[in-house]
């Protein structure tokens, strides 16, 4: 866990994480509009905006290499490998909802 005066290098993720199935089936177009009402008002929930911008990049990456790259230049680190939580150098901690990471089991086509 990072914490005020720590060295952390960031990152990085090193596993996937869980499956996850919704209460009620979603589409993707659902699942896009609950993901986005999330990230637009994440700072709400505390911590620095550009660490909760970079989360969101690194979640939006393309591979697992550009998005840890994106957690060590936010200087983040995940201390169980999984981006659903996250601390920034100063050792606050983001959690980010499964939703915003994965798509449910039962998405719809």
């Given at each position: 866990m990072g914490c005020a005066g720590s060295k952390s290098t960031g990152g990085p993720i090193l596993g996937d994480p869980p499956k996850w199935t919704a209460e009620a089936p979603m589409t993707r177009a659902e699942l896009k509009k609950k993901r986005d009402e999330y990230w637009e008002t994440e700072p709400y929930y505390g911590g620095r905006v550009e660490?909760?911008?970079?989360?969101?990049?690194?979640?939006?990456?393309?591979?697992?290499?550009?998005?840890?790259?994106?957690?060590v230049s936010a200087e983040m680190t995940l201390p169980g490998g999984l981006i659903t939580e996250a601390y920034d150098h100063l050792g606050y901690k983001y959690e980010v909802p499964i939703f915003c990471v994965r798509e449910p089991t039962n998405i719809l086509p």
């Open positions: 660490c909760w911008q970079a989360l969101r990049q690194a979640i939006e990456a393309p591979d697992r290499k550009a998005a840890n790259a994106i957690l």
